[in-house]
């Protein structure tokens, strides 16, 4: 079965403290990204990942790191995770090039306290 | 750049109804038009999208949308709910001609909520 898988679904931690949140796809799609959904301000795009070793910023990428060393994974680090960083954090891959449907994990909702 | 605007945060519609969800966007460049779908603890997943060819583009679940290039719409329409579609429903363009990329950029999000 195609999915992207998110791990972990839900995630409370305090201010300060490195977390990573992994995220695999199994459709070999060159394109992957990182959004995160808050209340009023729809999905915005924090990084993304054209392919293996190309990252580049998004919109919102201040306080965020990536890596993509393998096709499959593009694991997202908060090194120092801060309140404001409290949200809904999804990850997408899709086939490269503009059109292509994106295909979504499940989510991590992230809280810092 | 591209920007989405949803008019409605919100929409709330009997069971049988027909209802209408609104998106504009903005762009200096043609664009493809995409509506997203995101059930209550899931992930988005893709409805319908517009690249080319006919402006009525019909989606799954019995959702279709329209493309108006003039007014820049891409309203999303479906003429009688179900309770289950009772979900929050995204619209998102991505730049044509971007060949190396596949971003996309969302509008912030209209609530469907059916009722009976």
């Known amino acids: 079965e195609a999915q992207v898988t998110q791990n972990p679904r839900y995630l409370i931690t305090v201010t300060g403290k490195k977390l990573t949140v992994t995220c695999s796809q199994n459709?070999?799609?060159?394109?992957m990204s990182w959004y995160r959904q808050d209340p009023g301000l729809g999905l915005r795009q924090i990084y993304y990942?054209?392919?293996?070793?190309?990252?580049d910023k998004g919109d919102v990428p201040e306080g965020y790191k990536v890596s993509r060393k393998e096709k499959r994974n593009f694991p997202l680090i908060l090194e120092s995770p801060s309140p404001n960083q409290t949200s809904l954090y999804f990850c997408?891959?899709?086939?490269?090039?503009?059109?292509?449907?994106?295909?979504f994990g499940q989510g991590t909702r992230l809280t810092v306290v | 750049a591209q920007s989405v605007t949803q008019l409605d945060s919100q929409v709330p519609v009997f069971e049988e109804a027909p209802v209408e969800l609104r998106c504009n966007y903005s762009?200096?460049?043609?664009?493809?038009l995409f509506w997203y779908v995101q059930y209550p603890n899931q992930g988005l997943q893709l409805l319908l999208k517009?690249?080319?060819?006919?402006?009525l583009v019909k989606g799954i679940n019995g959702f279709e949308a329209e493309f108006n290039k003039s007014q820049t719409s891409f309203h999303l329409r479906k003429p009688s709910v179900h309770i289950s579609d009772t979900a929050e429903y995204f619209c998102?363009?991505?730049?044509?001609?971007?060949?190396?990329?596949?971003?996309?950029?969302f509008g912030t999000g209209t609530r469907l909520q059916v009722t009976l």
């Open positions: 517009y690249l080319s060819g006919s402006t």
């Open positions: 762009s200096s460049v043609s664009v493809y």
């Open positions: 998102a363009v991505s730049d044509q001609w971007d060949g190396t990329a596949s971003k996309l950029t």
């Open positions: 990942s054209m392919n293996v070793e190309v990252t």
């Open positions: 459709m070999n799609h060159e394109y």
């Open positions: 997408a891959s899709s086939r490269q090039g503009a059109g292509t449907e994106a295909f």
